[in-house]
């Protein structure tokens, strides 16, 4: 574009006058030019205008165009680029071109600047188009980090919970008999015999509902499950093993049509049961404990334990992390029911609501 039109100027007769133009418009454009890194718009059309002058800035106006083109939307720097077609036409009618007539310039003119306006566009929108990749590359990233991150914490809340559920309430039992044998040396050696007896049966049944939990785990995450879950039918065999340890529990069914529950609300209330009696042999040492069953079809499956509080000093039998009731609130929820805990006149009372369809 430059040599377009300055070998037009040079091809004429050229006087001392506009010599000294020519080399002032070469000298501010060429001063401006670095300016194009800041204010591209801006000075542009300022070397548009000493274009217009003199073909000497042509080079720098056309340096402008384009890095408007490659910085810019397309619409100003198409304004930019007319914007430089109409001074080449200002200087072609001031100092008319004597090597080429004034339309094949004027074509050429335009071609150029269309040239320069489309091929900086087409720059700018691959550049925007490599951006946008590389930020939804990071972006998928970001999001396949978290979704691991999250699998994982679901994956070790998931193993917490069914540890709690299966080993809380038959390590409690050993707690239980542990300490009758720490309390009791005198007694009988009998007693001390089915004490022990019960202690080491006690802690092949944890090994082996441990070993259960590892399996159902890894059955779970292939889609497989071969060994059957305790449902609302075991809640008798589980009050029996707690009175076998010398717990006090009566157990009220009024149940209709217990073989009809479905299994994920059967599981849950098993685990309720499970988890209020663990809780009264944990923090209410030697007190009684009720256990009330009420449901049918079309109705929803209540469950209510009681148990009174724990006599002021007497702390613990066995320690709990807390997190029992939290896992077990969860469990119901994904059940479809709802739990409530709360400890009131004197007794702590778990209750829960699971769906019973008919």
């Known amino acids: 574009m430059g040599a377009l039109t300055l070998w037009g100027r040079f091809s004429a007769d050229v006087t001392g006058a506009v010599l000294a133009l020519d080399i002032a418009v070469a000298l501010v454009s060429w001063l401006l030019s670095p300016l194009l890194l800041w204010r591209p718009v801006g000075v542009t059309l300022v070397l548009t205008v000493l274009a217009a002058l003199s073909p000497t800035a042509t080079p720098a ?55 320069m306006v489309g091929w900086g566009a087409l ?28 699998a994982r914490m679901a994956e070790r809340t998931r193993i917490a919970r069914e540890m709690h559920d299966v080993l ?8 239980t008999y542990a300490g009758a044998l720490e309390y009791r040396p005198d007694a009988p050696p009998e007693k001390l015999s089915h004490a022990a007896g019960v202690v080491r049966a006690g802690v092949h049944q944890a090994l082996d509902e441990l070993r259960e939990v590892i399996l159902l785990l890894r059955a779970e995450d292939t889609g497989e499950e071969d060994r059957p879950q305790p449902v609302l039918d075991d809640v008798p065999r589980l009050v029996e093993e707690s009175r076998d340890a010398g717990g006090q529990v009566e157990l009220r069914d009024e149940t209709v049509g217990a073989s009809a ?3 994920a609300a059967g599981r849950a209330a098993y685990r309720v049961v499970q988890e209020g009696l663990t809780n009264a042999r944990k923090h209410a040492v030697g007190r009684p404990v009720r ?11 209540v469950v209510d334990i009681r148990n009174p509080l724990a006599e002021d000093g007497a702390g613990p039998l066995a320690p709990g992390s807390g997190t029992g009731l939290v896992g077990l609130t969860e469990r119901v929820r994904l059940a479809g029911g709802r739990l409530d805990h709360q400890a009131a006149e004197g007794e702590f009372r778990l209750r829960a609501w699971l769906p019973w369809p008919a």
Do not use: C, D, K, T
Not at 67 to 73: E, G, I, S
Not at 100 to 112: E, K, N, R, T, Y
Not at 142 to 150: D, I, P, Y
């Open 123 to 150: 720059a700018r929108a691959r550049r925007e188009l490599l951006a946008s990749l590389r930020e939804r590359a990071r972006r998928a990233e970001a999001e396949q980090g978290r979704r691991v991150a999250e």
């Open 168 to 175: 809380a309430h038959r390590l409690s039992l050993l707690a």
């Open 291 to 301: 256990v009330v069953l009420e449901g049918r079809p079309g109705a929803r499956l």
């Open 261 to 263: 529950l479905p299994a």
């Open 61 to 115: 106006a056309s340096m402008g165009v384009l890095q408007v083109a490659q910085r810019r939307p397309f619409r100003p720097a198409a304004l930019v680029g007319a914007a430089g077609v109409a001074a080449h036409v200002v200087q072609g009618l001031w100092q008319p071109n004597r090597g080429i007539s004034f339309g094949w310039w004027l074509l050429l003119i335009a071609l150029g600047y269309g040239a």
